[in-house]
């Protein structure tokens, strides 16, 4: 595609259910990372996808967080038993490798009410 | 671990005017890049300019200039003639140089409003 895509644009999820949210990557790029900013915060490193490689799961911030990434492209961040600090816009970017250029999807505005 | 501040909330300035936003940070590391993010309502984090530590010369793109400092580990973003498409959040953000695992990984200031009036 022309760009990093994401879906939904918004999401609102009621308090304690999962949530899913998707990431297409710019066609070719092996690095994938995904992003959290809170409201009037900097964007929070979550994961890290290179390749074939064990992703980097570091900036989880609780096992109610995962991600995947199938066959190398689309990416899904899950957050289970959604919390109201889960309130965030979930940003997703895309490289053509370690150390290259990032590029940003638009987000996900996800509101846990 | 690193850090990134940037100390001004909001910042304003008028059609045509310079501009400059402040950003500090803090490494152990001695090669890294550094970048300015702009994200407008669209939330898409866009680009604006990027600085490798190992160069002296400070980078610029168009009307967009930076003011490295490496000694303080300061890297202030300068906006000359100011349009009104130029207001936005603006990021600070660093990256480590090397290569490997999430030292690739960005890590972002907590950002500037700016604002452009006529």
């Known amino acids: 595609g022309a760009g990093v895509s994401q879906s939904p644009s918004n999401k609102v999820t009621e308090k304690g259910k999962d949530v899913e949210l998707r990431c297409d990557p710019i066609s070719g790029h092996t690095a994938l990372y995904w992003y959290r900013q809170s409201l009037g915060q900097g964007l929070e490193f979550l994961i890290y996808f290179q390749g074939n490689s064990a992703p980097d799961k570091s900036g989880l911030p609780s096992d109610r967080f995962s991600a995947e990434r199938t066959g190398g492209s689309v990416s899904t961040l899950t957050i289970q038993r959604t919390q109201q600090e889960d309130s965030a816009v979930y940003l997703c970017?895309?490289?053509?490798?370690?150390?290259?250029?990032?590029?940003f999807g638009q987000g996900t505005r996800l509101t846990v009410v | 671990a690193q850090t990134v501040t940037q100390s001004q909330p909001e910042m304003s300035v008028q059609e045509a005017e310079t501009v400059t936003l402040s950003c500090t940070y803090d490494?152990?590391?001695?090669?890294?890049?550094l970048f300015w993010y702009k994200q407008p309502p669209s939330r898409q984090m866009i680009l604006v300019i990027r600085?490798?530590?190992?160069?002296?010369q400070n980078a610029t793109e168009n009307r967009f200039s930076v003011n490295f400092q490496k000694a303080a580990k300061s890297f202030s973003l300068k906006i000359s003639d100011s349009q009104l498409g130029d207001a936005a959040m603006y990021f600070c953000?660093?990256?480590?140089?090397?290569?490997?695992?999430?030292?690739?990984?960005?890590?972002f200031g907590t950002g500037t409003r700016l604002q452009v009036t006529l």
């Open positions: 953000a660093y990256r480590s140089d090397r290569r490997t695992g999430t030292a690739s990984k960005l890590t």
């Open positions: 600085q490798e530590a190992y160069k002296q």
């Open positions: 970017a895309s490289s053509l490798g370690q150390g290259r250029k990032a590029f």
């Open positions: 490494t152990s590391e001695s090669d890294y890049y």
